[in-house]
């Protein structure tokens, strides 16, 4: 039996095996593969948004052969292509096509990243509202393969192109052939966005309403675009993904872990991290001020660790939950007071419960011989006690209340990171436990 090679079966078999085999290659043997690929895979593959350095494969193709693949694209994926490209390449790349596409190609270009109108693809099923089901499904015969879905067709108003209804593919194929189209669609107003409607919002009405596209229109109810579900989900995943790396205090890193290089590395993580040193130093400021204290009541250094860790800790519960909360659309900016009260006897609750239990520990530890925390042990448990509340109420407000700042400011939520809260509450938190420790220790220890 004739065998084939591994290269030859993974170019004859699924694209998501060769998208996977190509991401784990390096860049110069991921371009020689592709290169002996048929032109129609190789559009296959750039069309793939999991492939990683569909780019790089771009700009290792001869420019015309390059232009010629962006013409054979779907729309919305080669305008994604095409902004990662410097504008000089851009315009390379744009010069040899027809207008037709090329203008199309500029127009999704012009739109926002993250709007709508940059998400849209501009091959979608159209018909005139006269149109029969026999009719309808003839079109869709002819045109399925150049169309991003056919799962959701427009009825346009013959005169004006204005959408007067959206019908399923579904319930088009329960009419009868010589049946108007229109009469099967719904009667509802048709859900739709404009170019400017920010992802987030296009994702809220997917789910809201159940849809599999949605149709972007502009000032005239004209059908611009559409958006189909899967765009959305790349989106909101890359989104996801820029928050996550965010949160825990990274710049977002813009590519595959793997294929960051370690200069670039470098600079993703640096910055934050001497921000948040700087913010650290703050805490052996704190620390220096309350000296004195120290040397008397060394007993007290002890439950630093325990102090900060917890204030921390809920502070950046708080945050997470916010944050996502923010993004979903659960809370908006007008709703901080809400989140202010409900968090206020939720960090004292939660203050209580983890006072309680330092509280325990320390008497059971004293009970048992296995610390002496020295004669005025119950005030030393008291003032742990006291100063947990403090903290883990401080943790909780502070933590729920600043992705709201920065969102009013303008910058991303996402930015609250953990390791940013948990900062603040650091250096706030020795300020709360040692206020409390001269108020219940002193005249005793202090």
């Known amino acids: 039996m004739l065998q084939t090679s591994a290269p030859l079966r993974l170019a004859l078999g699924h694209a998501a095996d060769l998208v996977e085999h190509l991401n784990e290659l390096p860049a110069e043997e991921a371009l020689a593969l592709f290169l002996t690929l048929p032109a129609e895979r190789q559009v296959e593959l750039l069309d793939n948004p999991e492939l990683h350095g569909a780019t790089a494969l771009l700009r290792g193709l001869p420019p015309p052969l390059a232009s010629q693949r962006l013409a054979e694209m779907a729309a919305d994926r080669a305008a994604d292509l095409l902004r990662e490209l410097r504008p000089a390449e851009r315009a390379r790349l744009l010069a040899p096509l027809e207008p037709e596409p090329a203008g199309t190609l500029r127009q999704l270009l012009g739109y926002p990243e993250g709007s709508a109108g940059s998400l849209m693809t501009t091959e979608f099923v159209s018909l005139p509202a006269t149109a029969t089901v026999a009719e309808a499904l003839d079109h869709i015969r002819a045109v399925e393969r150049t169309r991003e879905t056919v799962y959701a067709l427009y009825l ?232 947990m509340l403090g903290i883990v109420l401080f943790g909780s407000l502070s933590g729920a209340m600043l992705p709201f700042a920065l969102k009013r400011l303008g910058f991303d939520p996402a930015s609250a990171s953990a390791p940013f809260v948990a900062t603040l509450v650091d250096v706030t938190g020795l300020v709360i436990y040692f206020s409390v420790a001269m108020l219940v220790l002193g005249g005793t220890l202090l």
């Open 156 to 387: 346009l108003d013959p005169a004006s192109g204005v959408l007067l209804r959206t019908l399923s593919l579904r319930r088009l194929i329960t009419g009868r052939p010589e049946q108007k189209a229109i009469d099967l669609a719904p009667v509802q107003e048709p859900v739709f966005v404009s170019p400017a409607t920010p992802r987030d919002e296009v994702a809220r009405l997917f789910a809201r309403h159940d849809l599999l596209a949605v149709p972007v229109l502009d000032t005239a109810r004209r059908v611009l675009g559409i958006v189909t579900v899967d765009d959305v989900l790349d989106a909101v995943t890359a989104r996801d993904t820029e928050e996550a790396q965010r949160f825990g205090g990274v710049e977002s890193l813009g590519k595959p872990y793997l294929r960051l290089g370690f200069l670039e590395m470098l600079r993703k993580r640096a910055g934050w991290l001497c921000i948040l040193l700087l913010g650290e130093m703050l805490t052996a400021s704190a620390m220096q001020y309350f000296e004195d204290e120290l040397e008397k009541a060394l007993v007290l250094t002890l439950f630093i660790p325990l102090i900060m860790s917890s204030g921390g800790n809920s502070g950046s519960q708080a945050t997470s939950l916010l944050i996502r909360a923010l993004a979903l659309g659960e809370v908006r900016l007008r709703d901080w007071w809400r989140v202010a009260l409900r968090e206020a006897p939720t960090g004292l609750a939660l203050g209580g419960i983890l006072g309680g239990l330092a509280c325990a520990r320390i008497l059971l530890w004293q009970g048992l011989g296995l610390y002496d925390y020295g004669p005025h042990v119950l005030l030393v448990a008291l003032t742990v006690a006291l100063g």
